[in-house]
Every structure is written in structure tokens, then in C-alpha cells.
């Protein structure tokens, strides 16, 4: 090791950061192939509609069009867009890569045309003619499970794609009859578009000789691809690379099968030469998946002094019209956070799934806990105001004491580690409560609208158990002692912004005692990281990081039995430390990986039956889910006369186990907030009554900007997780789960004066206006 | 139709003849092969493509190569110095200002351009300089610290 220090625990700068800083990283749309054509996608103007006619000729007779194809091209050679997610009784359409006779939401791929030029084939859609006869739009949930609606897809014959009920913990009906009080609430939680910088793009190559196939795309999931491609392609999986390239962002929008990915394909294999597809920022609006939508309507048994006693949540999900990789399972996931930090001992929920005319909703940074968590943070407040109990007793009412983890949980699920009165102690010294308390007398005094909010939250990371996951939840690693002493470390899971090149790094130059220049993290090819379940759910460091480190045990313990042979002597009497195989007590020689290494493959002096190489791989079946949890505190001062939310104070202490590397934490709690002031404050996918995307750019849909960001305080608590040895949780998903309910309760807050009790996502300006107006609860 | 275009990129000269509806974005990226400088949005919001044009910040999707016939124009590879990174950059990379780095080539350009013009900018000023960049990852707290970082060691550099 280069020092004595180990790496682990340290802020360290990223060894992905110079070619990315120098413009020299290669993203899918930098690919440069010979003979590459481009796609381009003609999309759906309208919600609903019947295709009457698709007339190509103009758009074929253009210099440079290649090729035309339509649904009717296409649909019958391509297998149908897969949906991992096993709900019992799921009603699902077939979703074929291009429309066929009938268009489901705006966006929806109708032909593409393929071209020399990039340019050419955006002339080309422009060419395709298309008689649609338009159909009533499916476009609210609530509405479209009223008898007499319109049908999203009218041959299903009904709306609900499915229910799901879960009743847990004691007997609910009981806990309602015991109730001193019911409170009652409706909760919205908006639909929201993920808006990576980087739009979905896609290559795609075949090799007509060998019959392979090379699918670089942007993608968090590579190896589910080369799992589910197979059967929309009809070649093999052993025929078929996929490569995440870098990827531009991701937060959940590309972890999907796309019908983009394996369209290109298709026509890659059909046309015998290279096909590229870029998307456009209109497409990603439109046909990436969106995430949230969840209506629902919340019951809370409560005695007077505070107690609660049980839970009831109706919800309905807004799937959009099809199934995507996950969309019935991420609303499912809420019910498995639903009591949040509490001790709630009974619960029953029940979420109906609803087809609509617009684009799939699936998992976006959170996928389904952000759900729960606001449901459960506003309704604590709720139920604190109601009462008149103070908030934050409230909640340490009803924490579980740090001791009584494992905690089993009404919802059904075992909460690994936690000591939630800890991080909210932490959170009350670094805001300076009482200070902030009297900050906000003083200025409702002075006539301000200054609100304080609090989210004490819990997540489910490190996704996950395979028996609770719907394609396997272990992930895999290899480690290899090259014969030059520099280690090749090879990932399974696809960090795209998350830092695991160098966080891999520490935790594997640590363990081997070399320095970590010598550590290279490979990762994102299927030729290259032969097996994984990739980067999704913050299970990259927790489930990845733990094959990784069962591969360098392995490569350690043969490396021993090599130093024992050459120190002449048993394994048990080697000790390997800092680098360095010793016997003490036997001889005074050390042996270095130098030559350790040299050894193992040129393979001349080995103990009898000893195989050469010094490399390993590991497969890392996680036995629980890991629950990070933490407490966010907001200070917010509202604008009488514009409605604007001014974030004043923002204090954030975070438990996400141990720490690898603190810097990279920070950086995905900051970049976790922020998304939840978007959707706090900003953010709100829209369609209108007819079905029509009005959010279809940045200009429409508002992402924080960096003056939209406070002035962070951020705190850590360090409660190791028991189910991984490097007793980490995950934090990817923290800030998003944990921020937006604290910004919106101090928004509340700050209104509460005026007789506000709540207001619905976002809370924009205009929404506060209103409610400011009118001074009384304003809904969607 | 095409239309010649002379002009100098990364202090090389470049001559072409090129169709008078490419954005120079696709350009920089499809002719002079310059992938870093990366497009988002093409309605010239999310920044992602911006370089500097004539020592001035501008997003090349809002551009045609066509109109940036005899500038001066700097892309993300082109800021190093004789292989010594540019204090912005330096910055970015001590700070954590970039995540999965897609935004970062044209919000450094922007960083760059923001401290010709001021030198020692407050937190705040940093972030209203970088108002017409995106970024999805960081949430921007990095990226102001980067800014802030290679205003404090530009004058110790070489160049700027």
C-alpha cells in the first residue's frame, strides 16, 4: 500500500473524472461505425387513434432513405416488449415495437426510416403520411375506473390492469374499531418525467459471419438486456453483446427494455449494416418512462394520546398504456415501506393499477418509496396538527429503539439496522431547533409566511433477496491478480454517474494492500463483465461491492496456499498482511504479489493440484435488503404577494451504513435533493384532457437549476448494515425519498397561518398563490 | 446546396463545405469529429452543448456551422493546455463536480467563460453564471464548489 492509511473511508477524487472532464469519455452517440446508418422515429400526434393508412413511398423516394418500415413491417419478425413483474391476475396488452393498427399515447413509435444521414432520416418521417382517426383519450386514473369510461385499450374491455392488496401486521378492522379517531387524508403523488441530460441513444451491429450481435446503449441494465432481448430478437443470448458505454444519466428512465433497443437490432440484422438511433429531447419527454403518479386516499387509526394504531391506504396507479420492465411492480413497492420509521401494527394496502393514454410510468429514482414516505411524513403531520401533539414527538413516539433491530415491520419486510432517534438528534443540533423554532415566531410575528418541515424516512436498498426480486437480486464480481501485480476488478453491476470505478477501487486496493493505481474496474460490457443484474434500487456498492470482496478473499486464500508452498510450509502459518504474504516463527522471507503473482502464472513451481492464475469470481446472494434511513429538516420562507418558496435552511443527516468514499455520498445526497425540490417545488409531468404531452422540453418541464439550490448542512450517522460484510446501505435514493416531504410539511408550515392544511405537488408559486387567495385547501 | 466555411477550432484551421442547415454542434461532432461537446435538448436550454465561440460562451445547437463562419472556437478538448488541465476542469475533478459527466463538458465551457468575466464570483453569482446549464446528478452544490475552486487557483495557473 502506498501509505498507511487505508482507502476505504476516504473522499477521494474519481479516477472516472479526467477523460470525462476532457470531453474524451465515450457515450453511445460518439460511436463512430463504418457504413452506420441512422434511425429516425415517427411518434404519434394523438393519445388515441385508429390508423387508417401509413402511405411511405414519398419518404422511401428520398436520396439517402434506406429503408421504411412500419408496424406492419416490423411487428411480426420482432418479439413484443418485455414485463418482468409477476403480479397474480395482471391484464397486460401486447406491446410491439412499433404501433399497429391503432396508436395508445402521444409518442407512440408509428414507422421509422432509416437513412445515411441523420439528417436524411428526420427528412424522411417528415415525408411519411399517416390517416389516423382519432379516439377518446383515457387520461385520468380516477376517472377511468368509473363504469362507462372510455377503455385505454378497448379489446381488454376494462381499465384495471390489476389489484393488489396487502393486510399486515394485527387485525386491521380491529385497530379502526379501537380508534379513538380516524384521520382521513388524499394524497397525490404527481407523475414526474426523470429527464437524464443524456437522452436514450442506441447502436446497434451484427456480425452476419459469426451471427452476433453488438448492442451499445444507454443503459443502466446491459446484462437484463442480453437476458430479455433474446426473445424480441430470436438469436441466442450467447450470440448477443450488449455494452453500456457512458452512460448520461440515468435515475431510473434506463432501466427498461426498450422497444428502441430492440428495434435497432432488428434492423441492423435486416439491413446487414449498422444502425443508430439517437433520441431526441421531445422523445425522451414523451416515450422514455416517466415515474410516481399515485393517487391515494390514507386512513389513520389514532387514540387521542397519540398513539397509532393502524394504517389503510387506497391507492391507484396510473401505469400509463403499457407495461414496461417494471411498471406494476414499483407501485407495489410502496407497500412494502408504507409504516415508514413507525411502529404501526396493523396495515392493509391496496393498489389498483390503471391503464391510461399516456406513456408508462415505471421506476424513477425512488420507485415507490418516495411514495410511501411522503404519504407517511405528511400524514405524521397531519395527524400531529390534528391532535395538537408536537411533531417530533410524534414520531419518537413511535420509533422503534435502536435495539429492537432486526425490526420486523407490519408491511411484511425486516428493517436490517437503524437508530432513527440518533439521526434526528443529529438533525435538531446541526439546524439548531430551538433556534429555528423561535426564528419562525419571530418572523410569523413580523408578519412572514416561514415554515419548518421535518422527514424522518427509511428506504428499502441493495435490492436485492432474488426470492423478492423479479430477475434474481444477486449480483457478480471477479478479481484478478494479473501476472504483472496490477489488479483487474470486473463488476456485474453498471454504475453510470455513480463512482463505483473508484470506489471498487478502494475497497479492493485496501483488501489486497496495493496501492490503487493498480486497480482498474472494469464494467458494462457483457462480453467482459460475463454476468450481473447491474445498477438500480442503490445496489451497486451493497450487493456489487460484496461479490467483489467474496472474489478477493478467494484470490487471497489461494494466494496463500501458493506463499505456503513457497515458504515450504502450511497455509495456516501464512499471514498475509499490507500486502505481504509472511510465516513468522518459520522465515524472515516476505513475499510480494510482484512475485506471488509471477508465480501463480508462469505456473513452474506450484503445489501439487494447485490450478494457475490468481483470479476469482463470486456470485453475492443477499440474504435482506438494506434500510438506510435518515432525518431531513427544511426551513422555508413563502413570498406573500408571488408564492415563491425561498428553501432558507436545509439540513440533511443521512445514515447509509459505512462509507466507502464520504465524497461520493455527499455528491448522491445533494444530486438526491435536488430531485426532490424538483418535484417538491417544480416538477410536473402533464398531459391535458385530451391526452396531449404539454411537458415535452425543458422549457416545459422544469428541472432545478443552480440557483433553485440552497446552502446544504449535511450530517452523517454510521449504523452498519448486518447483511453485507462492508456494512453498507446505499444512498442513491436517500435525498430524493427523504427531501421532498420535508420541503413540502414546511411549506405547509410556513402557510399554516393563513389556514392552509395542505396543498398538492408541486407546490409551485402559482399553486401557493391560489391557496394564498383563497386561503383554504387546495387540491388537484 | 453546401456552402464553404472556414474556421479555426482548438487553434487548428478548418475548411469545409457543408450543408447550410447543420447545427454546429454536428459540426464540431459529426465532421470535425469532436464528440465531447454533447447535445441534450437542441432547443438550447440544457447547455449540455455549450463551447466558446470567439472566447464567448454559446450553445452550438442554437447555432448553424454555417453562421460561425470565421470564428475562433474552443471545445471541451481543447482547453487543456500542453497536457495540463485547465482550472475549471482541475476544479471539476477536486471537487466532485460531475457525476455521469454529460452535462460537464459544456457547463465547465460556461464555468470558463463566467470567470473571464468575473473573476472571483460569490456562490451566488457562480450559480447564476451556470443558470443556462443542467445538470441532472450533482444538484449543482459541487459544481459551484468546483467553480469556486478554480476561481481561487486560476491566478497560480498558466493560462487563463
Known amino acids: 500500500m502506498s501509505d498507511a492509511t487505508p482507502y476505504i473511508g476516504r473522499a477521494m477524487k474519481r479516477v472516472e473524472d479526467p477523460r470525462l472532464i476532457q470531453g474524451l469519455g465515450t457515450y453511445t452517440d460518439d460511436l463512430r461505425l463504418a457504413g452506420l446508418l441512422h434511425a429516425c422515429i415517427l411518434r404519434s400526434p394523438h393519445a388515441h387513434a385508429r390508423i387508417r393508412r401509413i402511405e411511405t413511398s414519398a419518404a422511401k423516394a428520398i436520396p439517402g432513405v434506406v429503408a421504411v418500415f412500419t408496424g406492419a413491417d416490423v411487428n411480426d419478425s420482432c418479439g413484443a416488449v418485455p414485463c418482468a413483474a409477476a403480479i397474480p391476475d395482471l391484464k397486460a396488452p401486447r406491446h410491439t415495437v412499433l404501433a399497429g393498427d391503432r396508436v395508445y399515447f402521444v409518442g407512440h413509435a408509428v414507422a421509422v426510416a432509416v437513412a445515411t444521414d441523420p439528417y436524411i432520416a428526420c427528412d424522411a418521417i417528415d415525408e411519411i403520411e399517416v390517416d389516423y382517426d382519432p379516439l377518446p383519450a383515457v387520461v385520468n386514473a380516477m376517472e377511468a375506473l368509473k363504469s362507462g369510461s372510455a377503455l385505454t385499450h378497448p379489446d381488454m374491455g376494462a381499465n384495471v390492469a390489476f389489484t393488489h392488496v396487502v393486510n399486515g401486521g394485527s387485525d386491521i378492522d380491529a385497530a379502526f374499531r379501537n380508534a379513538d379517531r380516524i384521520i382521513k387524508h388524499r394524497l397525490y403523488h404527481q407523475r414526474l418525467t426523470p429527464m437524464p441530460i443524456e437522452p436514450r441513444a442506441v447502436v446497434a451491429s451484427y456480425h452476419r459471419g459469426e451471427g452476433t450481435l453488438t448492442l451499445w446503449t444507454s443503459t443502466q441494465i446491459p446484462h437484463l438486456l442480453r437476458t430479455l432481448l433474446p426473445n424480441m430478437l430470436g438469436i441466442p443470448e450467447t450470440k448477443l453483446r450488449i455494452v453500456a458505454p457512458e452512460v448520461g444519466g440515468g435515475f431510473g428512465a434506463k432501466l427498461n427494455v426498450y422497444a428502441e433497443e430492440a428495434l435497432c437490432a432488428h434492423l441492423a440484422m435486416r439491413l446487414s449494416a449498422p444502425v443508430k438511433w439517437v433520441e431526441s429531447r421531445r422523445e425522451n419527454a414523451a416515450s422514455t418512462i416517466h415515474g410516481r403518479d399515485q393517487i391515494g386516499d390514507y386512513e389513520v387509526a389514532v387514540k387521542n394520546d397519540g398513539r397509532i394504531l393502524g394504517l389503510k391506504a387506497t391507492s391507484v396507479a396510473d401505469l400509463g398504456a403499457y407495461l414496461q420492465l417494471l411498471t406494476p411492480a414499483v407501485p407495489t413497492l410502496t407497500g412494502l415501506v408504507l409504516t415508514g420509521c413507525y411502529k404501526i401494527p396493523a396495515i392493509r394496502f391496496e393498489v389498483v393499477g390503471v391503464y391510461t393514454n399516456k406513456m408508462a410510468t415505471d421506476a424513477y429514482r425512488g420507485a415507490g418509496r418516495p411514495e410511501a414516505t411522503y404519504l407517511i411524513e405528511r400524514l405524521m403531520d397531519v395527524v400531529a396538527n390534528e391532535l395538537k401533539i408536537d411533531r417530533l414527538d410524534l414520531r419518537l413516539k413511535h420509533f422503534p429503539a435502536p435495539g429492537d433491530f432486526p425490526f420486523a415491520t407490519s408491511c411484511g419486510v425486516t428493517y436490517d439496522s437503524g437508530n432513527y432517534q440518533g439521526t434526528l438528534a443529529k438533525a435538531k443540533q446541526l439546524a439548531d431547533w430551538d433556534a429555528l423554532m423561535a426564528d419562525r415566531k419571530a418572523a410569523r410575528a413580523a408578519g412572514k409566511l416561514f415554515g419548518v418541515g421535518v422527514s424522518t424516512y427509511v428506504e428499502i436498498c441493495a435490492m436485492g433477496p432474488s426470492k423478492a426480486m423479479p430477475a434474481g437480486g444477486w449480483e457478480w464480481g471477479c478479481v484478478r491478480m494479473e501476472i504483472s501485480a496490477k489488479v483487474t476488478v470486473i463488476t456485474g453491476v453498471t454504475p453510470h454517474g455513480q463512482g463505483q470505478e473508484t470506489s471498487f477501487a478502494q475497497i479492493v486496493a485496501d483488501r489486497l494492500g496495493v496501492p490503487i493505481e493498480d486497480v482498474a474496474v472494469l464494467k458494462g460490457d457483457t462480453n467482459v463483465a460475463h454476468y450481473g443484474r447491474d445498477t438500480y434500487g442503490s445496489r451497486g456498492t451493497a450487493v456489487g461491492g460484496t461479490a467483489i470482496v467474496m472474489s478477493v478473499d478467494k484470490v487471497i486464500k489461494k494466494a496463500k496456499t501458493l506463499a505456503a508452498h513457497l515458504f515450504e510450509t502450511l497455509d495456516d502459518y501464512v499471514v498475509f498482511e499490507n500486502g505481504k504474504f509472511k510465516a513468522p516463527g518459520i522465515t524472515a522471507r516476505e513475499i510480494a504479489w510482484s512475485e506471488l503473482a509471477a508465480e501463480a502464472y508462469l505456473a513452474k513451481n506450484l503445489p501439487a493440484g494447485f490450478e494457475p492464475g490468481l483470479e476469482a469470481s463470486s456470485f453475492f446472494e443477499p440474504e435482506n435488503f438494506t434500510f438506510p434511513f435518515g432525518t431531513h429538516i427544511c426551513a422555508v420562507e413563502v413570498d406573500r404577494d408571488t408564492g415563491e418558496v425561498a428553501i432558507t435552511k436545509y439540513v440533511a443527516v443521512d445514515d447509509c451504513g459505512n462509507q466507502i468514499n464520504p465524497l461520493l455520498v455527499e455528491g448522491q445526497v445533494q444530486g438526491g435533493i435536488a430531485h426532490a425540490i424538483g418535484q417538491a417545488l417544480f416538477e410536473q409531468t402533464i398531459y391535458d384532457e385530451n391526452g396531449q404531452l404539454l411537458t415535452g422540453e425543458f422549457m416545459d418541464y422544469a428541472i432545478p437549476r443552480a440557483t433553485d439550490i440552497p446552502e446544504y448542512t449535511l450530517g452523517s450517522t454510521v449504523t452498519p448494515s448486518p447483511v453485507n460484510p462492508l456494512g453498507v446501505k446505499g444512498v442513491g435514493e436517500a435525498g430524493t425519498i427523504g427531501a421532498t416531504p420535508a420541503i413540502a410539511n414546511a411549506v405547509i408550515d410556513a402557510l399554516t397561518p393563513l389556514g392552509v392544511v395542505h396543498l398538492d405537488l408541486p407546490m409551485t408559486p402559482e399553486r401557493i398563490w391560489r391557496a394564498m387567495q383563497t386561503r383554504t385547501v387546495a387540491t388537484v | ?160
Not at chain 2, 464553404?4 to 447550410?20: K, M, S, T, Y
Open chain 2, 1 to 160: 446546396m453546401t456552402i464553404p466555411v472556414r474556421l479555426r477550432v482548438n487553434n487548428a484551421p478548418r475548411q469545409h463545405d457543408i450543408e447550410p442547415r447543420v447545427l454546429l454542434v454536428h459540426y464540431l461532432r459529426d465532421v470535425c469529429g469532436l464528440t465531447g461537446t454533447h447535445v441534450g435538448c437542441e432547443t438550447g436550454i440544457c447547455g449540455a452543448c455549450t463551447v466558446l465561440v470567439d472566447g464567448k460562451a454559446v450553445k452550438s445547437c442554437t447555432v448553424f456551422a454555417v453562421q460561425a463562419d470565421g470564428s475562433e472556437i474552443t471545445t471541451i478538448e481543447g482547453l487543456a493546455a500542453n497536457g495540463v488541465m485547465h482550472p475549471v476542469q482541475q476544479g471539476f475533478w477536486e471537487c466532485h463536480g460531475l457525476q455521469c459527466g454529460y452535462c460537464t463538458p459544456g457547463m465547465i465551457m460556461a464555468a470558463v467563460h463566467l470567470l473571464t468575466k468575473q473573476k472571483a464570483p460569490t456562490r451566488g453569482q457562480i450559480a447564476s453564471g451556470l443558470r443556462g446549464n443542467l445538470c441532472r446528478c450533482t444538484g449543482y452544490t459541487h459544481i459551484i464548489d468546483a467553480v469556486s475552486y478554480a476561481a481561487s487557483h486560476a491566478t497560480e495557473a498558466a493560462h487563463v
